[in-house]
């Protein structure tokens, strides 16, 4: 969510005494998150843009937590969209809020909490300043990493207002943290345990007491703040690396997971995925074979599935393909790009460093075709995913006469230089294929490159059942007979 660079779109109170005059009233953002959920809910709005795959899992249970008023952890393995679902909190709040014009900590105009603000308060009355944030800059997040201070997070003596005269226990000397600056907002803290156990510890009263500690000394901040966190679950336990005592402060444990449908899978790459940008159509048939790559992936022995295969593996997978069908029609002179089936071969060698192979799956054994175990998995693997989406999408067609044409010695050249005219042509026209192109979302009567990717696929189908025979020629592809 940007923030905004210019003011409220409306005139808005500018004083204490305005705001009063207004009819404003002051909610706690837990109580603002709660009234504008249900607002949501009430009007048929869905709460949670961008979010795929967990309407019936995750989202009621994250709703049922915010109802109740909780901080919140999610966990869940690398790339399940904890981050992302996270940020959306953010949509909740009100859009503007007041806050006292330059107060360190944002405080509302009606309770300030810091010195300085109790003071300015009591000085002004109601000619005390107002100004507005936009709920973007409520949400704060921090990516938990070892190096991370008490400092960064609660806050520290500032040396340079100590030197300026004020007494080392004097309030105002304190450098607030990232939580207390967070005051009225959300503060989110991803790969929670991987703050060290001091850190933790230093969170304790900020959850529970809603109170910091510095140096020593405790200032006694009334701290308005909805604490979420992200975590792996194996972490997350005691034998991890989180401790018990802030474990147990959490008022809702959300569990994550990957789609859970092929069809939210391939929802979640086409909305990721940044395709407009690189320039090339990869269709939903060429989504779902990479959605049904990734769950292959997460469902091998050859995969470490403590590490997970994140959906951005999915989305990293399908711009490769966009950018080999982008060299493609360059190097092919076609106008437009349009993937197929030959540009998947681009994928087990560029993104094979995503992934985390079991002991035994290294890579320093080679395979008998010269490729070493880890590209023989993925290869292997990706064909599957062809072969299951064909095997879906063409479901009680009968690709008989397709086979018998090829058979006959119609044979079929594809590949980085062959462009989708060229596969087309290499065929007579067949009745069939107008059903091939439907059934892989083609117009029969459109463009080449979807076409050609739909005849590709279905040929590419043909040979993983064996109905038809494939070679490699000069770095092209050649479908020809079985028994050819």
């Known amino acids: 969510m940007a923030v905004p660079s210019n003011t409220p779109p409306r005139p808005l109170p500018r004083t204490l005494g305005a705001l009063r005059a207004a009819g404003h009233e002051e909610r706690d953002v837990k109580g603002e998150l709660r009234t504008n959920l249900l607002d949501a809910l009430r009007a048929g709005r869905d709460p949670w843009p961008g979010i795929v795959g967990f309407a019936d899992t995750v989202v009621p249970r994250l709703e049922r937590a915010l109802l109740a008023g909780h901080d919140i952890v999610l966990l869940g393995e690398r790339g399940q969209g904890k981050t992302r679902l996270l940020r ?32 300015r ?28 201070s008490v400092g960064d997070l609660v806050g520290d003596v500032d040396p340079v207002k100590v030197a300026e005269g004020r007494s080392l226990g004097d309030p105002e000397t304190i450098h607030y943290g990232l939580v207390p600056r967070a005051h009225r907002g959300i503060v989110a803290i991803n790969e929670l345990p991987d703050l060290a156990e001091r ?39 005691n034998r991890g690396r989180i401790i018990t005592p802030l ?60 590490s997970g295969v994140s959906a951005r593996f999915a989305v990293a997978a399908a711009e490769t393909v966009a950018g080999a069908a982008m060299r493609r029609a360059a190097l092919t002179g076609e106008d437009s790009a349009v ?23 290294d890579g320093d054994t080679a395979g008998t075709d010269g490729r070493d175990e880890q590209a023989e998995v993925l290869i292997h693997l990706l064909r599957r995913a062809v072969a299951d989406t ?36 290499a065929l007579p026209e067949l009745p069939v294929l107008h059903d091939v192109a439907v059934r892989f979302d083609a117009d029969p009567a459109g463009p080449a490159g979807p076409i050609a990717a739909a005849v590709e696929l279905a040929l590419e189908s043909l040979y993983l059942t064996r109905k038809l025979g494939k070679d490699t020629e000069n770095g092209s592809t050649v479908y020809r007979g079985s028994a050819q």
């Open 121 to 148: 308060a009591a000085e002004l009355g109601d000619e005390l300043p107002v100004g507005w944030r936009h709920r973007s800059e409520r949400y704060t997040e921090k990516l938990a990493t070892p190096d991370t």
């Open 88 to 119: 959306t909190l953010a949509g909740l709040l009100d859009e503007w809020t007041p806050v006292i014009d330059g107060s360190e900590l944002a405080e509302h105009p009606y309770t300030p909490i810091t010195p300085a603000s109790i003071r």
């Open 390 to 425: 064909a095997r879906s999408r063409l479901r009680g067609l009968d690709l008989a006469p397709l086979t018998d044409e090829v058979s006959g010695g119609h044979r079929v050249v594809t590949g980085e230089r062959v462009p989708a005219t060229d596969v087309l042509a």
């Open 339 to 361: 993937a197929r089936p030959v540009d998947l071969e681009a994928v087990p060698d560029v993104l094979r460093g995503k992934l985390e192979f079991e002991s035994g799956f």
């Open 199 to 237: 850190i933790q510890v230093a969170l304790l009263n900020v959850m529970e007491e809603r109170d910091i500690q510095v140096r020593g000394y405790t200032l006694r901040l009334p701290l308005d703040v909805l604490l979420v966190a992200s975590s792996n679950p194996e972490d997350y336990t």
């Open 247 to 306: 474990k147990d402060r959490f008022g809702a444990e959300i569990r994550t997971h990957y789609p859970r449908e092929v069809s939210a899978e391939v929802a979640l790459v086409a909305q990721e995925a940044d395709l407009a940008t690189i320039g090339a159509q990869v269709g939903p048939p060429l989504l779902e074979v990479l959605a049904r790559f990734s769950r292959h992936l997460r469902s091998s022995t050859a995969i470490d599935q403590r």
